[in-house]
């Protein structure tokens, strides 16, 4: 089996989401709103300088002809200017449990990683990893990721009611 890789699509939308949803369920057995999930997708797609998919395909196709969707990634990016550079974060990664463990995940970061080596202003690729997801750290120790020291906090956004006056 050959495996390609591309920058996704609107057409692609809907497995984006799928493998989003459950990538939510299989890490942390959240189950998200899959019409939420699909119109994020969709906004992040159509926001090209600020959000990239990446697809990796086998060379197996569907019924229609189609090759299969296998893997997925998703770059974000963010400004360092202590680093005078882009921080690119590694979000939304997806291999589809029948293509595990034969090396998609890495051939599609390489490939990416590749693209952005062309690029001179990215300073560094980071990736949030659950940590009790041992399988998935070693695996992008192996890649050369190491934990920069930080610690990921989150707050949600203050939701403000009527009565705050």
């Not at 939420?36 to 990796?56: I, P, S």
């Not at 990634?73 to 202590?82: A, F, K, N, V």
Request: hydrophobic share 35%.
């Amino acid at each position: 089996m050959t495996i390609g890789f591309r920058r996704a699509t609107d057409s692609d939308a809907s497995i984006l989401a799928e493998y989003n949803c459950r990538l939510a369920w299989e890490t942390e057995q959240k189950i998200l709103p899959r019409d939420t999930v699909q119109n994020g997708v969709l906004r992040g797609l159509a926001k090209a300088d600020e959000v990239q998919y990446w697809v990796a395909e086998s060379s197996c196709h569907d019924s229609s002809g189609t090759p299969i969707v296998v893997g997925q990634l998703m770059l974000t990016r963010e400004w360092s200017d202590w680093r005078d550079g882009w921080i690119i974060w590694l979000q939304s990664v997806y291999v589809h449990p029948d293509f595990r463990r034969q090396g998609v995940f890495s051939q599609l970061f390489e490939h990416v990683a590749e693209q952005l080596h062309q690029q001179t202003d990215i300073v560094a690729i980071r990736l949030y990893v659950e940590q009790e997801n041992e399988r998935a750290r070693l695996t992008y120790q192996k890649l050369g990721f190491i934990s920069p020291g930080y610690l990921v906090m989150e707050r949600p956004p203050v939701t403000r009611t009527g009565n705050d006056g």
